[in-house]
């Protein structure tokens, strides 16, 4: 796990060299171990890649980065671990290639030489890297399947610059880059982010999940992206279901396997939900003989709290466990760092009790930590993606099913029918319908009044909910549609954004054993049945799998929580600081700032419900202030 960065110019600033070390200094918490820069001449101008390490395998001099070729062509910067590097070693021994470390950083480096592009299949890992062809005079760089590894970019009058968080591009751009008005507007009055390629910052974009770019430094055309890998909706296995939750067993239990390779402590991030909990166990049936650590945040007498469940898994395996207690106050101390390190604005107070987890984990020594996400994306968590299996039944005729499934699946704590109704309905709903149906049902308004609508439409700011993009058509597989939306756009880039910039604050790793793409295509593959059941069970080819590795009672609970906080009460423990802060907002020119207070105060004294909104308009004022105050 490390930071990179890296660009081409033409004619180089004078004081570039001084904001690429910036750069290189506002990434070191993601790599305190070392650093390098390099530069070349290339397409007439200079390329420079930069990176900074946190030694996780090979600890020695040997990883050192940006790393260069044997035959002295190709030069690497890689952020990420390849979890089966000593597998592609050997196939690469085998070829030919000889190799003078044991990091995986040098068998990434032989298999893009073997295979070029064609390696990106092959590599089981989390990754987001650089490779500089010397004589071809091309630039490559590439994401993971999922894009658990961040790249961002920018493409402007002929320069390229990218690095793995904004913060550093920030400084190698030399200045506070403008606010993209429409990013702004999507999490402001809808709620939502991370879910393309567009950032907070206008020009700067993310390289999208199994996403790669090309580029010929000096030619005088844009880069140029495509997906390498895309979530699958294919016409499901014929499998039968005990022979799927025997496959998914042997999937997982490998992938656990992978994941705990590492020359430094780890330990695990455990809610005490299904999936960290399966995690742990999986740990301890596969070394039965390592000392387990386990960072649990306990919602100290919230009703929502796991801390029970995780206790339960923790006397199971034997763990040694590490509670994250949050007092009254703590988190208004530390937004301003937590909103540094997080880079973008983000949804919810949840994201400060995984910060505190990390940050205990580095306490405890710990640098290396496996958690659960993206196991709700590929098997049907959360509710179960309801909405979708009744369209699924519908569009295949199946209403008899269909009623039968919505009568099963009420009767789950915790769950609304009539959400679900109206949520089915819009499927069927062509966008302006769609619109106006969230309109008629309160949905927060596209144009509130502490929004200046007037200013924003003239700026070009599409003032509609960002529905879903479409996807290829998959009538009666709409279920897995709807997860491989989940894993690519909507949903899981949140929170592995969340998860990676909360981690590499405290320089630690983290790793997520259920996203890999086999494991992916696989469960993609399946009937949606065995996903979430008739009988309106979530998860339900994954709980058969895990018969035997995790105590039942975990396996049967009908409740899902996550990771929740008592966001309601901290903010109401700071209103005061937090309207300060939301008085401070005049230079945001699409802000009504005395509306907004207004509305700020009408939630905190319960006029208007408690919701969401307030936090993130908490989030959005001070994540603007501590920008300029990067600059």
Known sequence: MCGILGGWWSQPPSDLNQRLQRGIEALGHRGPDDRGLQAWPAGGGTLYLGHTRLSILDLSPAGHQPRRSRDGRYWITFNGEIYNYRELRQELARQGYAFESDSDTEVLMCAWQAWGERALPRLTGMFAFAVFDSLEQSLTCAVDPFAIKPLFWRHEDGALCFASELRAMQQVQAGTARLDWQAAYDYLAHGVYDFSERTFSQGVRRLQAGHLLRWKPGSGAAPSVHAWWRPPVP????????????????????????????????????????????????????????????????????????????????????????????????????????????????????????????????????????????????????????????????????????????????????????????????????????????????????????????????????????????????????????????????????????????????????????????????????PEHYLISMQGETKHVLRAALRGLVPDAVLARRDKIGLVTPERQWLQDFAPQARLWLADSADIPFLDTEALLRAFDDIIAGRRPFSWQAWRWINFVRWFRVRQMQA
Do not use: K
């Not at 619109?435 to 003032?463: I, K, M, Y």
């Open 235 to 526: 016409a499901p296995l014929r499998i039968g279901f005990d022979e799927a939750a025997e496959e998914l067993r042997r999937l997982f239990l490998a992938s656990v396997r992978l994941h705990l390779r590492s020359d430094v402590p780890l330990g695990a991030a455990l809610s005490g939900g299904l999936d960290s909990s399966a995690i742990v166990c999986a740990m301890r049936h596969l070394e039965p003989d390592l000392p387990i650590h386990t960072v649990s945040f306990i919602a100290e007498g919230s009703p929502h709290s796991e801390a029970q469940w995780a206790d339960q898994i923790n006397r199971h395996v034997g763990a040694i466990a590490h509670p994250v207690l949050v007092q009254p106050g703590e988190l208004a101390a530390q937004l301003d760092d937590l909103i540094q390190a997080q880079g973008e604005p983000f949804g919810s107070t949840s994201i400060y009790a995984q910060y505190r987890v990390f940050r205990a984990a580095r306490e405890h020594g710990l640098t290396v930590m496996l958690e659960g996400q993206g196991a709700d994306e590929m098997l049907a968590g959360y509710d179960g993606y309801p909405a979708f299996r009744l369209q699924s039944l519908i569009e295949n005729g199946r209403i008899d099913q269909a009623a039968a499934f919505l009568m099963a699946w009420r009767r789950w704590p915790g769950r609304d029918t009539g959400h679900l109704l109206r949520h089915t309905a819009s499927l069927f709903l062509g966008d302006d319908a769609y619109r106006a149906l969230r309109q008629r049902l309160g949905r927060t308004p596209s144009q509130p009044d502490w929004l200046s609508a007037g200013l924003l439409r003239e700026a070009g700011v599409d003032l509609a909910y960002p529905r879903p993009a479409p996807m290829p058509p998959a009538r009666g597989r709409r279920v897995a549609q709807a997860l491989a939306r989940a894993l690519s756009q909507r949903g899981l880039p949140a929170l592995l954004r969340q998860g990676d910039r909360n981690a590499m604050r405290f320089s630690v790793e983290n790793r997520v054993p259920f996203l890999t793409r086999e494991m992916a295509e696989f469960l993609l593959s399946l």
